[in-house]
């Protein structure tokens, strides 16, 4: 008779298992599920309640050229520039761009979409906000911006800005103008638009909530900076806005520096990220500044979009090492904050799947991974607050700049509102390449705990084992390149006028949970008891 180790090894081991599995009256299922205690789960800390929130861009609002969607290459007709708006990013290829009107911030269905994301931050900045000149009255628009500006916010595109924020319940964040345009014969700083522009926005009643100096300090050439602008003219600058800035709006939180995701500072990045430029130094910032900011803000980018000659795919957007990036970044910009800013906030102000207005991938469905494991790690880091560009412009924006309806990202963070609270936990299950679970105390507390569980596998389900009854909702998808979302198997869609209605949960009894391949779930366990959500 022939002798087979290897079945006689996997008999063995078969054996054993049902010997283990019915000693502890346990079953196959129960014994390789991962194993949730969301009772004991220990407090990390805790994020804003406007954690998820977004951007919209100062071009968007005075109207300008902004990256150009891929569907508008060919489909559509690009309208006619008016002279006082074709500012564009300095050095670009115009043919990355397409010139918008400004953004109907009164559109009801935006309203709409927007205040089902609330409580969030809006922050309206961006590269154009560099050289935007506040034009203080409401007299036509020039047919060019003054001297040393690329474009023109008017006294009537801000109070919509204003008003927006009020009726979909966020509050403002912005930066202010650093080009030529607001520097006198030596090239020194004035505060003259910056303090029209904060006397106008107290005089509807309006307020800033949070202000960078500048966009994107460490990349000041494309920026609209002036020439050779660097760590020691950003300080000197600096220095004379931060006193300005407690004088005239004493409320507001100082937040700086605002540097690009790592980018040529040494961060290791994914092969293919497509960004090998060379920008000024955090740490030289941080060095000249002191320390000047109420708390450390940053922006990343895994990326940039094909635009910029990135390479994303697919299937390079579900591995460990593009998940991962975002953590990184935020560990090195931790570190930075540690040294100058100790025990201050780490707010990540800018951010989406790629730069350059994002590829056609940042709309489908297989950028929730991306999105929520960015959530939920950064969340463990004490990133405080995430915003996402943008709302609805180019293809990274949650919704379609054209129709409004949601991408599949609107909907992750819809989820996440309804369901995450703002305290973080522990979930005590370590990271693989397949699985990432988040938790949260549940939105309305009573020690409750929500998990999100993202299963990256394509192919193989993966079990939970909960000790108490949930209630589940999951998406999924048709295709990991599909628009479409589903949740709990049918297929999201908002009322015509933007109502998203009520999310309905499934009720699962307490043991196993399966999660599909490529899906993401989440899971509120009301009776978790965990003390750190009373």
């Not at 004991?40 to 100062?58: C, I």
């Not at 036509?140 to 916010?153: D, S, T």
């Not at 500044?289 to 895994?302: E, I, K, M, N, V």
Request: with cysteine; proline share 7%.
């Amino acid at each position: 008779m022939r002798f087979d180790m290897k079945v006689w090894k996997l008999r063995g081991a078969v054996s054993i298992l049902a010997f283990v599995t019915g000693a502890l009256g346990l079953s196959a299922q129960e014994m390789t599920a991962i194993r949730v205690t969301p009772s004991t789960m220990p407090k990390l800390g805790t994020v804003d309640s406007r954690f998820v929130s977004y951007n919209v861009e100062m071009v968007e609002v005075t109207g300008g050229r902004f990256w150009k969607p891929y569907k508008s290459a060919a489909a559509v007709a690009t309208p006619p520039v008016p002279p006082s708006q074709g500012n564009q990013q300095v050095g670009m290829d115009t043919t990355r761009f397409q010139y918008r009107p400004p953004i109907d911030l009164a559109n009801p269905k935006l309203r709409k979409l927007a205040a089902a994301l609330g409580p969030s931050y809006i922050r309206v900045s961006g590269s154009w906000a560099n050289s935007t000149y506040f034009q203080n009255d409401d007299n036509p628009v020039p047919v060019a911006p003054p001297k040393g500006f690329g474009g023109v916010l008017t006294r009537a595109e801000w109070k919509d800005v204003i008003d927006f924020a009020r009726a979909v319940n966020d509050q403002i964040v912005t930066s202010f103008a650093i080009s030529p345009g607001v520097r006198d014969a030596d090239g020194v700083w004035t505060s003259g638009q910056a303090k029209a522009f904060l006397d106008y926005t107290k005089s509807i009643r309006g307020s800033i909530a949070a202000t960078e100096f500048m966009n994107e300090p460490t990349f000041p050439g494309p920026g609209g900076a002036p020439a050779g602008y660097d760590a020691a003219a950003f300080a000197k600058d600096v220095k004379l806005f931060e006193p300005f800035l407690r004088r005239e709006s004493p409320k507001t939180v100082y937040l700086g520096p605002g540097s690009v995701g790592g980018v040529g500072e040494g961060v290791p990045r994914p092969a293919g990220a497509g960004m090998g430029i060379k920008l000024v130094g955090t740490e030289d910032i941080m060095k000249g500044t002191g320390p000047a900011f109420d708390a450390f803000s940053y922006h990343f980018y895994g990326g940039v979009s094909r635009r910029c000659m990135g390479n994303t795919t697919a299937y390079k957007a579900l591995t460990a090492t593009w998940l991962d990036f975002s953590g990184t970044v935020a560990d090195f910009y931790g570190k930075i904050r540690d040294q100058y800013l100790p025990g201050k906030p780490l707010w990540l102000t800018e951010t989406a799947e790629a730069a350059c207005g994002g590829d056609p991938l940042a709309g489908q469905f297989v950028d929730t991974f991306r999105y929520l494991n960015q959530l939920g790690s950064l969340a463990q880091k004490g990133v405080v607050s995430v915003m996402h560009n943008t709302l609805a412009s180019s293809d990274y924006g949650l919704l379609d700049e054209d129709t409004l309806e949601p991408r599949p990202d609107y909907w992750a963070a819809l989820l996440w509102k309804r369901t995450m609270g703002d305290v973080v936990l522990d979930p005590g299950v370590p990271k693989t390449e397949s699985l990432r679970i988040y938790a949260h105390c549940s939105k309305d507390g009573k020690g409750g705990v929500t998990l999100v569980a993202l299963n990256i596998d394509t192919k193989h389900e993966l079990m939970l084992a909960l000790p108490v009854s949930a209630e589940r909702l999951t998406l999924t998808s048709p295709d990991l390149t599909s628009t479409t979302v589903m949740l709990n198997g049918r297929e999201l869609k908002t009322e015509s006028d933007g109502s998203v209605g009520s999310i309905e949960a499934n009720e699962v009894k307490k043991g196993i949970v399966r999660l599909a391949p490529s899906s993401v779930t989440f899971l509120t366990l009301r009776s978790a008891h965990n003390n750190s959500c009373m």
